[in-house]
Structure formats: C-alpha cells, structure tokens
C-alpha cells in the first residue's frame, strides 16, 4: 500500500522559507502570491493492511515534530484520512 | 580555576556527523584534568556513575528530516533519557540541544534561522539563571561572550511553554541581538530539575584565555568550571 504524508508547519508558525520563496516569486514578477508555506512529502510502501493508528504513531513519533508540525496521511488508493 | 578532580567522569556522545565531539572532549579533559570517555551513537548502555553527559555539536545522522531527529530516535538516546530522568546532568550544544528538543527532554523546537542563512560568529549573551550547576558561578544579567555557529538555531516553543519556562525560571541564556528570529531571545533552556542544559552557543569553542578575543574568549570555559566544580562537589 502505497502511503503520502504531507508534514506542514502549524498555522501560526513562522516560516522563514516560505517567506524567502514568496519573495523570490514576486521578484521574479509573479503577482498575486499572497502566502507561500513550505512542508514536506514523505512517500512510503508499508505492508496492506497497516492500520491507521500505526501510521499516525510513524508521523507522531518521527515523521513530524508535533511542537511546530501538523501532518495528513493520504492512501493512495483513494482514501483519504481527515488531517 | 577549577580544582583538577580524580573522580570527575564525564562522557561526550559521538553521532555520525558529530563535529564538535573532540573539542568537547578536550574542553572537558582542560578543565577536569580526566579524560572523557567517548561512547558511540550504537552502543546501548552508557558508563556508569557519570558525573556529566554531553551532547556536541555537528550534524548528527546529517541532519535527515529534521536537525537532531534521527540522533533523538537512536539506541543511545533512550539510555540518555533514562540517566537524565535518574538526575544525571546533561549538556547539550548546537546539535546536542537540537537533539535534546527532538528527544523531548527539553521542550520546543529549533527550527531555521529567520534571515536563512548559517551564522558563525562569537555573540554576546546575557545570563537569564543561576541555579543550574551550569550557570550557577555567574551573576544574572551578566553578559558573556560566546560563539555560535548554525543554521537551525531558531527556538520556538508555543506561547503557554514560553510563559511556563519563564515563569520556573528556565531560560538559561538569551542573545542580546538575537542573531535567528528565537523567540523571547531564548539561546538556552533548562529542564524543571535544573540538570539538563541546551544551549545554541558553543562553550567548548571559547576555551583560551580572557584576552584572546579571537579564540572564542573565555566565557565558555566559566561555563565548563560551573559544572565540574558543582558536579564534583555534588
């Protein structure tokens, strides 16, 4: 089974990237960009069958820091699991 | 000056990607006059009866995911957590603070410096706390000098953690130019017990003599004197 974890920045946290990448964007003439937030893909092959609640103790323990990090698990086989 | 000890036992972790490993050792070995035992990230158990655990600087496992996330997760952290919850003092510098964030023994999270870019240059701190064998040979409010080199150095925890290390009285440090977008300043923090310290600033890196400006100054070897003198003595 094929997993996507899109690990985000919490609403609220500064994102000094995005911040640079949005700037960069409107240099490069590109108007009406009105945020740019940078996160992080994780792609993983894990065995069918692999419950939700392991997936999220994966995102819990490693995969996110849940200091400054949300995270949404996507299967991709069509379903998809509430952030 | 210190007193040299014959008991002091102090261990400096080595990571792959470590790189300030050797300069704690020998900043250690300086002030102890003992020599620090290296323990490498694999084994499982530490030395026992250790009167100091550090972690140094680098880029622990490269910096994967996230600074420190990888080191925080492997077999010698949990032997790490066990002896800091059992009272054992830890340091841990640039990365060893990272490390100590990831691990969840001190709170918040460092994330990327605000301007983006690696910074490496001696700042000036001012001394938030004095109760921790780390801190407890200056005065609060003093202003001491110590460099700092990295790129995730950014200390974030959410506003109720900030107000909550303020009010125990667990900001160790804070940058009097905040050279990263920290919050509240903050450039080290100490756990509730006083006995684990992270700090962004490298102490093992201001080793010379007072006057040797261009050697990091001498700040940090205070720091390294506050904890064997206390820790010997404890």
Known sequence: ?83 | MASRSSSFKAAVITFPGSNCDRDMAVALEAVSGQPAIRVWHGDADLPGNLDLLTLPGGFSYGDYLRSGAMAAKSPILRAVVAAAERGVPVLGVCNGFQVLTESGLLPGALMRNTGQAYICRTVDLEVANTSSPFTRGFAVGEHIRVPIAHHDGNYFADQSTLDQLEDEDRIAFRYLDNPNGSLRNIAGVLSADRRVLGMMPHPERAMGPAAHASMGGADGRRLIENAIESLVAA
Do not use: W, Y
């Not at chain 1, 893909?41 to 069918?48: K, L, Y």
């Not at chain 1, 419950?51 to 200091?67: G, I, P």
């Open chain 1, 1 to 83: 089974m094929k997993v996507r974890i899109l690990v985000r920045l919490k609403p609220g946290v500064l994102d000094p990237q995005g911040r640079a990448v949005h700037h960069s964007l409107g240099s490069l003439g590109f108007a009406g960009v009105e945020d740019v937030r940078i996160g992080r893909m994780i792609e993983m092959d894990v065995a069918d069958g692999t419950s939700d609640e392991v997936l999220n103790k994966m995102c819990e323990q490693l995969l996110a820091n849940m200091v400054i990090e949300d995270f949404a698990i996507e299967k991709l086989d069509g379903q998809k699991e509430p952030a």
